[in-house]
């Protein structure tokens, strides 16, 4: 994407008159990508909306950026051996760090810090074959940052979020059997979406502690039970101290013990 969001910035002032049309196009989609990126970046770093591998909230803009790419490397003369070269160098690469264990400190510097790498050789690239320096370092990068891409894609983020969902429908199955209609369950952060399903065939109502961090946790539990609902609690990703104030002089059993699952009478 490095190539496509300098290309969708320069694209007002840089391009060449000749490339009119082509011009105009990324224009326009200069638009949309930069008007996403911005709303984005106005949130602030602060803001989350759960637990996720990859940044899905901008797949939108992947077909934007690819016509990007495209326009920006087609006056090029990209020779497939130096493309081929880029791509074996890579899958050779990404297969060497993604075969360390996932909590290896170099796979995961790997994984955050190559892409940047990547990035900026593309655009050194780029910048060298507008200039009449010759194509090939451009096709070699090029080939090296898809590939790149695709490996990392392939054999950890999506590995990584079936795993994610294999445990979320283990714990979903073991949960429902145990939660009535009608029922209300207390949890904190990404584990409270596991039983978001069984709302569509019940009466459930869910409640993530994790946003104002348990503040009104036991205040929401004592309500909930004041109204009737009986009141379960996951246990699994609750901060101890938390946990042990929201359960103190309660009445806990154990329904389930992965995902700890509580029932507070």
Known sequence: MAISLVALLAS???????HETVRREICA????????????????????????FNQRYLLELVPLGALSLAWSVDR??????????????????????????ADDAIRQ???ARVPLALAALLLAAWGL????????????ALGGALMWATVVHLADDLRATNRVRRGNLWAQRAMADKLPDGAALIGWGPIVQVV??????????AVDASRDKGRDAARVLDELRAKGHRVFVVATAF???????LLEGRRVETLVDRPRLLEVR
């Open 239 to 245: 901060p101890p101290p938390l946990l042990a104030a």
């Open 29 to 52: 989609a200069s638009l949309v990508v930069w008007a996403v990126l911005g709303a984005f970046s106005w949130a602030g770093l602060g803001r989350t909306d759960g637990f996720c």
């Open 109 to 111: 510097i790997a994984v």
């Open 129 to 140: 074959a507008a200039l009449r320096h010759g194509s090939d370092l451009l096709a070699i």
């Open 12 to 18: 007002w002032v840089l391009l060449a008159r000749r």
């Open 76 to 101: 090029y003369e990209i020779r497939p051996l130096p493309l081929l070269a880029g791509t074996l160098v890579a899958a050779l690469a990404a297969g060497l760090f993604l075969g360390r264990d």
């Open 196 to 205: 978001a399903p069984l709302r569509l065939q019940q009466r459930l109502l």
